[in-house]
């Protein structure tokens, strides 16, 4: 995708050791099994932090199997000022930022 000196690491465990040796941390993702019959929410979550009022990308997970692959472009799209996104991942976030959230996962499935 082009993105420069960015990297995801796999942890089985949040010590602080752990955390301290991989330095710098934009994200954590957690994964988590869906349970059958689990409560969802019924709003999406609000697109916008109410602590200091500024854009947050969130893509509403609404294909299947696509969790971690969203999960990772979120770090990374809201992190832009502080990491180097490639041209794709740039256009990508030009064109969907002010989407809803639900509209911002489809362009993501119909992206090649």
């Known amino acids: ?8 690491e796999e942890l089985y465990s949040l010590d602080t050791g752990i955390l301290w ?3 710098l941390v934009h994200g954590l993702i957690f ?5 059958p019959g689990a409560r969802c ?11 200091n009022n500024t ?3 969130f893509a509403q997970q609404i294909i ?18 502080d990491i180097e996104l490639g041209e794709m991942l740039s256009n990508f ?8 959230p639900d509209m ?7 992206c090649n």
Do not use: R
């Open 55 to 57: 854009k947050v990308y």
């Open 21 to 23: 040796a991989i330095a």
């Open 93 to 100: 976030q030009l064109f969907s930022v002010d989407l809803p």
């Open 31 to 35: 994964l988590f099994k869906w349970q």
């Open 104 to 110: 911002c996962s489809l362009v993501l499935t119909n």
């Open 64 to 81: 299947q199997n696509t969790c971690t692959t969203q999960a990772i472009l979120s770090v990374l799209l809201n992190h832009s000022k």
């Open 41 to 51: 929410l019924e709003q999406p979550m609000a697109s916008e932090s109410a602590a």
């Open 1 to 8: 995708m082009g993105d420069k000196n960015v990297q995801v």
